[in-house]
């Protein structure tokens, strides 16, 4: 994903160089990378390229917290309706203008119920 933005932002032929980084890869030459002046693929290590460690450990920590997070809303979700169920509410009476207009399709008491995500129509 990066490097064909990178390689597209810079006017090359993206498919082109990411299916020569591929293959740089492939081989085994796991360092090279893009050099978008000459809009080839070399190895970054010899280009004094490095990738900040702190920049990895950081999105990584980040992405565990974020999953975490996201794992402990679940978590308190999933507790509260099984042992309250979802609160009632009414259903809009969507075609209805007044009391006394009526419009066959829509029920003027349409009232639903969840329980444990389950649909309960009266």
Not at 1 to 18: D, R
Not at 63 to 87: E, K, M
Not at 89 to 116: A, I
């Amino acid at each position: 994903m990066v490097p064909k933005t990178l390689a597209e932002n810079a006017g090359l032929n993206a498919m082109e160089i990411i299916s020569s980084l591929y293959a740089e890869h492939a081989s085994g030459n796991t360092k090279v990378g893009l050099d978008l002046e000459e809009g080839r693929c070399k190895d970054v290590s010899t280009l004094n390229i490095w990738d900040l460690h702190i920049t990895k450990f950081f999105a990584l920590k980040y992405a565990a917290d974020a999953a975490c997070t996201v794992l402990r809303v679940d978590q308190v979700t999933s507790n509260y309706v099984f042992v309250n169920g979802f609160p009632n509410f009414e259903v809009p009476k969507f075609g209805l203008r007044d009391e006394d207009d009526e419009v066959p399709y829509v029920s003027q008491n349409v009232n639903l119920e969840l329980t444990l995500g389950r649909p309960h129509w009266d």
